[in-house]
């Protein structure tokens, strides 16, 4: 302040300083604990016993990716998708991940998505709870269950631009 008085005829007053402009507030986040999600798959299980043996619903729509809960008490069919990836947090459970191959019996079932009845020629990954698995887009996948064993997963589907 003193610095400025010199500076400035005696005339003159010494500028208030501009009061700075508050932080904008960082856009809001989504967070999902493990006891929520899990909680949330306990309702989904019991979907599952009702229809496929999968279940799954969409947390949350972002521009180019969502964030989906997926349970699955029975083994699921082929799938790839050309435009998207998935990423696979396994927060329960246990299943073989099957990738890579080709897919039997390949149908075009919408857009960007064929299904079949299994991937042939994959290479096969056990997953835990845990473990993380990324599925680029194109690549054909399916997961395995054995048993009676169970796999709940947060899976977040990227779209892949070329």
Sequence with gaps: MEILKELL?????????????????????????PAILLERAAYLRQMARHGDGSASEILREYPRHNA??????????????ENFADIFYVLAGRAALVTGGVISNAQHVGPGEVRGDAVEGGARQELRAGDVA?????????????GDNTVTSLVIKIEETS
């Design 68 to 81: 989906q809960l997926s349970v699955r008490i029975r083994s699921g069919i082929a799938e790839l998708h």
């Design 9 to 33: 005829p005696a005339e003159k007053e010494v500028p208030a300083a501009k009061p700075r402009k508050a932080a904008q507030p960082a856009a809001a986040s989504d967070h999902w604990s």
């Design 134 to 146: 990324h599925v680029p887009a194109g690549v054909p996948h399916q997961m395995i269950l054995e």
